[in-house]
C-alpha cells in the first residue's frame, strides 16, 4: 500500500519550455504533498508545502511563480516549471502523506529527472 | 531549527560485514525519525522509522533505536548484502507541518 506515483519519470526540454510532474497517490489519500529538489550526490532540499484545495506553502528561496504547484485533489498535485532554463535541470521528487490521526510517513515518488538543453 | 547530521560517504563493505551508519539530530520538542534508502535512479523509499523515545524501528535486517539522550538514531545491520547498496538518508520530522529534515545522505556499496 501507499503508492506513490510520479510521471514523467524523465524529460529532456529546450530552454524555453514549461514542464508540468504530476504526482499521485494511488491507493490512498493524501491532504499534503511535499515537491523536492535534488542535485547530483546531495540531499533533498524542500521546494514547497501542497496542501489540498489552497495555496503551496514554498521555502525561503524558492520561486513561486518559477515553480507552480497545483493540489486541485486528495490525490494529484502538480509541479510546473515555467520557461524552464538548463539551471533548473535536476532530479524533481515528490511525496504525500497518508491524511489520519497522528504522525504519518512520507511516501515518496520514484522522481522525475529533467534535463533543459 | 532543526537539522540531521549523518556519517558522510561514501562507505565501502564487503558482503556479510556488519554496517553502522551514525545520525545525530536537533530539533525542538519530540521529533519522529526516519530512516530513507534510495536505489539509483529512484525516488525515496521507507525503511524504517520510530516516534518516541527508546523506540526501535526495523525492516529488512536494518534496525535503528531512537536514543533521546545522545539525540541519535544509528543505522545499523548484521550482515549486508550487495542488494543493500543505495543511498540511506536519516531525517527528522517534527511540528504540526510534518515536514521532513533530511541528512546529506550516505551512499553505501557492498562488494561481494
Known sequence: GAVVSQHPSRVICKSGTSVKIECRSLDFQATTMFWYRQFP????????????GSKATYEQG??????????????????????????DSSFYICSARLAGKGRQPQHFGDGTRLSIL | GDSVTQMEGPVTLSEEACLTINCTYTATGYPSLFWYVQYPGEGLQLLLKATKADDKGSNKGFEATYRKETTSFHLEKGSVQVSDSAVYFCALSSGGNEKLTFGTGTRLTIIP
Request: charged share 20%; glycine share 0%.
Open chain 1, 62 to 87: 524558492v520561486e513561486k511563480d518559477k515553480f507552480l504547484i497545483n493540489h486541485a485533489s486528495l490525490t494529484l498535485s502538480t509541479l510546473t516549471v515555467t520557461s524552464a532554463h538548463p539551471e
Open chain 1, 41 to 52: 550526490k546531495q540531499s533533498l532540499m524542500l521546494m514547497a508545502t501542497s496542501n489540498e
